[in-house]
């Protein structure tokens, strides 16, 4: 039975080649997806939702970072449906907008060690944002052409913080709200995420 617990995942480092050699897994990924050891879980978790991310021992970053389990790996290579509550596990992990620098500057391991250095995470499942209504659709669409050509930076490139700022100044919307409406334009593929916390705003068409 699935816990009500919130995912808390213990990161103790990152896949090294000897790791990917032994399990004969994939090496050649996107540059925001990466392997990575998960110390023991709380939790069931699920694989292939939406997680926001925070930092459970630090400050919120500046950044919203979110995050899905694509694979998950016992020690043998055999697959779980899940990250299973009590167990280890090795996951493919795809963030976004980019990899979390702090994650980046974990450890490469041979296998599940012990690492003071261990990066912990508490997850928030996001609840999906697709619309169906085709005339819903509209408004978002003129909604977007609207805060592009009227309130958001002549700019093109313009940071996610940035993105958040005016929608909460100009349109006096919460931060949560602003992040929902970022999420949705990313799914329209009105925004563009990019690396550095950088978005492009694509035409208004």
């Keep these: 039975m699935q816990s009500l617990n919130i995912p808390l995942l213990n990161i103790t480092g990152k896949a090294s080649t000897k790791v990917f050699e032994i399990l004969n897994i994939e090496t050649n990924l996107p540059s925001n997806q990466i392997w990575l050891f998960f110390d023991y879980a709380n939790t069931n978790t699920f694989i292939n939702r939406e997680y926001s991310l925070s930092f459970s021992e630090k400050p919120l970053s500046d950044v919203i970072f979110h995050m899905r389990i694509l694979k998950c790996l016992d020690s043998s290579g055999n697959s779980y449906p899940e990250i299973p509550e009590g167990h280890k596990s090795l996951c493919k992990v795809a963030f976004s907008p980019f ?72 349109l006096q919307v919460d931060h949560n709200r602003a992040e929902f409406i970022y999420l949705f ?21």
């Excluded at 990066?119 to 697709?130: A, R």
């Excluded at 408004?139 to 940035?162: H, Q």
């Excluded at 334009?185 to 068409?205: S, Y």
Aim: net charge negative; aromatic share 10%; glycine share 2%.
């Design 99 to 170: 990899i979390p620098q702090e994650i980046n500057n974990l450890k490469l391991l041979d296998g599940w060690a012990y690492n003071p250095d261990s990066v912990k995470l508490k997850l928030k499942e996001i609840t999906d944002t697709k619309i169906n209504d085709s005339a819903l659709n509209d408004i978002y669409t003129l909604a977007y052409i609207s805060l592009k050509n009227n309130i958001l930076p002549t700019s093109d490139i313009i940071s996610i913080r940035e993105f958040y700022e005016y929608l909460e100044k100009f």
């Design 185 to 205: 334009f990313v799914k329209q593929g009105k925004i563009k995420p990019m690396n550095n916390d950088k978005i492009e705003l694509l035409p208004a068409v």
